[in-house]
């Protein structure tokens, strides 16, 4: 080969290089362009949601927070049908609903969540009941409602009642609840359960003793935040619990089984957010900021229960870790 | 001989040399646990094969071996723990003051309380040091504040941890370090009065100081018991035990005293593992 | 007191009464599965409903009676809406979710966490009631002023409203896909040059993605079940829909409005509960799917 030949060569090869070179270098352009598109699009979704979520909340806030204060809204029983007066009855019964379903709920899922970690964590039991709590999780809830207003409402007599909206809570809070115990006391190290038992002790000891104490912080996260979700459930408490209060309610009456008794728990009951559904049509100013400012006291709820949640939680992991 | 070997045996020389109290009840010590044809399954696959072995009061026996030889499986299956393991099954005979323990009839939770076991990683409970101690003895019947007080002293005397904690009793355990954990682990144990100790691998999260501690401590329970530990460290099996078992891939390969272990390996995977061509 | 049973005995009470705990909840839900589907097959087998026409019929009218004496019972429409809301609510929800997802696991991981999940979370927690009423002032006035139709109520503003519910359904979901994305994949995949968009595109997305199916499918779920909220706004008409502001019911609605109106046993009451029955297939229909999804994962791991 003569070097004229050569040079030639080398030169058609530079060429080459250079034009790999640049189509390199608007590749690498291109995907950094790209890549800028990309970030900035996200940012902008990012913000879109972030402007939703607070300009929701300032919304039902600003629309509601005035009639938190209007004397009597949160002391007076509602009348005409919910259109005029407050909503104390409605709120006295969303706290006696959510209180009987804790009562129901939380031991049968703190059962529940035990058996299925400790006694059997991957047996043919657990996979038969992880499906049920599955599938009932996933159910919507007005079947839920449906069910209970056949079973309790209609079979066993209970009509309209406080009970029966329980019990229907219950079944929709049950998955939630387990689920979240299950993983508290997955989340307890396996050395714990061992200490115990190479004591002597029954797992029913280790899990009572020290187990769920260790699992206490996320367990109580866990338990207000379900709160938080069955105090604005409503659809399954429509043909449950009823779509209105009695008229009048005597706190002091301790005759459980009279129709007034505000504790007697086969007496209807309505629960903030059915009270939100029942007269959101109404067309009256009055009505209106009845709806705006139950909405809002539902909301300072909500509020006040996820606040709560992450307060006991992080108090109670730091009294622990303290002792 | 090798490098390796001989640094063995001069530790060996050198627990010797500090005195290892347990030393002198080498041949007389009675059986206090032994096993014959033990086999261990998880599901299908066969852990451990058949094994049997006998442990002396007054002595400590190293189990040691490479990871998942089968030396912590053999270790949990002398007091029933790998009950707890779903799908792993044990047969062969355990003997235990007289008795085949490997039986359904079993009580496990009588037994675990005269063969107690301590772990790799301190495990205390998340209570005081006080509670940590009479959580177990309570739950089997102990009571009376007084008789619970001098158990709590007395354990953690034997666990020689009593003269550091004696005033902070209502502390956390988790204040205490990690190898005042261990030996508060092993008060624990004691507070059950057990005739038999399990350690697993009990130093292997913790520094060379508390290791030499716990090492010390082990010596002092092997006067009145007898002490089986698996450890990962050929230098702790060395220092501290009269016997030693070596364990490869499920078997039980060779077995004596821990000197002719160490310096007179007849079995040629043991003397790989010793001389370090795998670990 | 327990403690002084024999720890034998001890621990049988203990196994007991959890798994009473355990064996109460799957009686009901079988119960449940039973008297549902009990329930939604009488209005065929015992009341005469032709299967066909429920799934094929367009004329829905309980109220009024055919010659048979019988209502009518075409299903059609409310199955139709069902539908057309969730696939709607969902194709407007999904690329947000999984937007904002990506945002805040990829691209600023601290205050994804710290600032962002907090407050998507936040969302989970409103009343679907507060949903609806957002929707029946806001949404509803805003279709009406922008599209200029009579009530502004329909498909659309429903599907917005679920979109809105959803939402948190799914990212939160596609956070943790995302999340349990390990690190190592990122940072070969950076080694190699690309930029991080294409990491997140080629590499993480992909590797999440059977995650983010069940995130999905889990957010489908609930735009399917979901009643009050969009019983608030989208009319409650149980005709064909013709567009998308014409006011429509869906499967759900329909139950909220005509449950407690007819007598148990009734033909009318039987046919609701095979809407009931038909909403309860769809949810064990999802569930499989999840199972699948995660099986099929499982199998390529």
């Known amino acids: 080969m003569s070097s004229i030949e050569a040079s030639q060569t080398a030169q058609a090869a530079s060429l080459q290089t250079a034009a790999a070179e640049a189509r390199r270098a608007k590749h690498i352009e291109r995907a950094g362009a790209q890549d800028r598109i990309a970030t900035f699009v996200l940012t902008a979704i990012v913000a879109f949601v972030m402007l939703l979520v607070v300009s929701m909340v300032a919304y039902i806030l600003y629309q509601g927070i005035g009639m938190l204060f209007h004397p009597g809204f949160l002391t007076e029983a509602s009348r005409a049908n919910g259109t005029q007066g407050g909503v104390a009855y409605q709120l006295f019964d969303s706290f006696y609903m959510l209180f009987l379903t804790l009562v129901i709920s939380v031991p049968i899922s703190l059962g529940g969540a035990v058996f299925l970690v400790e006694y059997a964590p991957d047996g043919p039991i657990t996979k038969i009941a992880s499906t049920a709590i599955e599938t009932l999780s996933s159910l919507p809830s007005i079947v839920v409602g449906m069910f209970g207003f056949l079973v309790f409402s209609v079979n066993l007599g209970w009509k309209y009642s406080i009970i029966s909206g329980a019990v229907a809570l219950t079944m929709f809070n049950i998955p939630i609840l387990v689920r979240v115990i299950q993983q508290a006391l997955e989340d307890v190290p396996q050395s714990q359960r061992d200490a115990c038992l190479a004591m002597g002790l029954t797992r029913w000891e280790a899990t009572i003793h020290v187990l769920i104490p260790a699992a206490m912080p996320a367990i109580v996260t866990g338990i207000v935040l379900s709160a938080g979700r069955v105090f604005g459930e409503a659809a399954a408490l429509l043909f449950t619990s009823g779509m209105s209060s009695p008229v009048r309610l005597n706190f002091l009456s301790l005759n459980f089984s009279s129709p007034t008794c505000a504790w007697n728990v086969f007496r209807p009951g309505e629960s903030l957010a059915v009270h939100i559904y029942k007269i959101y049509g109404e067309g009256s100013p009055q009505a209106q900021e009845i709806v705006w400012g139950t909405a809002a006291l539902l909301m300072v709820c909500v509020l006040m229960f996820n606040i709560a949640a992450r307060v006991v939680g992080k108090m109670l992991a730091k009294r622990m870790t303290a002792e | ?279 | 007191m327990a403690s002084h049973l024999p720890k034998r005995d001890l621990e049988k009470v203990g196994m007991g009464v959890t798994g009473a705990c355990v064996v109460l909840v799957t009686l009901v839900v079988c119960a449940l599965i039973f008297m549902v589907a009990q329930k939604g097959l009488s209005s065929f087998f015992k009341d005469g409903v032709d299967v066909v026409g429920f799934f094929t019929g367009t004329a829905w009218d309980l109220h009024n009676t055919d010659a048979n004496g019988m209502p009518f019972t075409g299903a059609l429409p409310l199955i139709v809406t069902s539908f057309a809301v969730m696939v709607l609510s969902t194709a407007i929800a999904l690329p947000i979710a999984i937007g904002s997802a990506i945002f805040a696991v990829e691209i600023q991981p601290k205050f994804g966490q710290k600032v962002f999940q907090p407050l998507i979370e936040l969302l989970v927690g409103i009343p679907s009631v507060v949903f609806g009423l957002i929707g029946f002032y806001v949404i509803v006035g805003a279709m009406k002023a922008i599209f200029h139709v009579p009530t502004g109520l329909g498909i659309l503003p429903g599907s917005l409203v679920l979109a809105i519910m959803i939402l948190p359904t799914i990212t939160t979901l596609a956070i943790d896909a995302l999340r349990a994305v390990p690190d190592s994949y990122r940072q070969g995949s950076l080694a190699l040059g690309y930029t991080r968009w294409q990491t997140i595109w080629h590499v993480v997305l992909r590797s999440a993605a059977p995650s983010l199916m069940t995130a999905v499918i889990l957010g489908m779920t609930r735009a399917f079940g979901e009643t009050l909220a969009v019983r608030m706004v989208i009319g409650g008409i149980e005709t064909m829909p013709n567009g998308l502001l014409d006011a429509a019911s869906t499967i759900t609605t329909t139950l909220t409005t005509s449950m407690a109106v007819y007598a148990d046993g009734s033909v009318q009451n039987d046919v609701l509960w095979s809407l009931a029955l038909m909403l309860m297939g769809m949810s064990l229909i999802f569930i499989l799917i999840i199972h699948l999804i995660g099986k099929k994962g499982g199998d390529r791991a």
């Open chain 2, 1 to 279: 001989m090798s490098n390796e070997t001989e640094s063995f045996m001069s530790s060996v020389a050198t627990s010797e040399r500090t005195g290892k109290a347990s030393r002198g009840h080498a041949t007389s010590g009675e059986v206090a646990i032994s096993t014959n044809d033990v086999n261990v399954y998880y599901g299908d696959h066969h852990a451990l094969h058949g094994t049997s072995l006998d442990f002396h009061k007054g002595e400590i026996t190293a189990l040691i071996g490479p990871s998942g030889c089968g030396k912590s499986t053999f270790l949990r299956s002398l007091n029933l723990m790998n009950r707890e393991i779903r799908g792993c099954r044990v047969t062969g005979e355990i003997m235990y003051q007289g008795r085949n323990i490997n039986t359904p009839k079993e009580n496990l939770y009588e037994l675990r309380r005269s063969i107690g076991m301590v772990f790799q990683q301190p495990n205390p409970f998340r209570k005081s040091i006080y509670e940590n101690i009479v959580f177990a003895p309570k739950r089997h019947g102990v009571t009376g504040k007084a008789e619970l007080d001098q158990l709590v002293e007395e354990s953690l005397r034997g666990a020689a941890l009593w003269d550091e904690v004696k005033d902070k009793l209502d502390k956390s355990a988790f204040a205490l370090s990690g190898g005042q954990q261990q030996r508060l682990c092993i008060a624990r144990t004691l507070a059950l009065k057990p005739d038999v100790i399990l350690f697993d691998e009990p130093c292997s999260a913790l520094d060379p100081i508390s290791t030499l501690a716990i090492e010390d401590l082990m010596n002092t329970l092997a006067e009145e018991r007898a002490i089986i530990i698996v450890t990962h460290s050929m230098e702790q099996a060395s220092r501290v035990s009269n016997r030693t078992a070596f364990f490869y891939m499920g078997d039980m390969v060779e077995y004596g005293e821990t000197e002719q272990i160490f310096t007179r390996p007849t079995d040629q995977r043991l003397n790989d593992y010793l001389t370090g061509a795998f670990s």
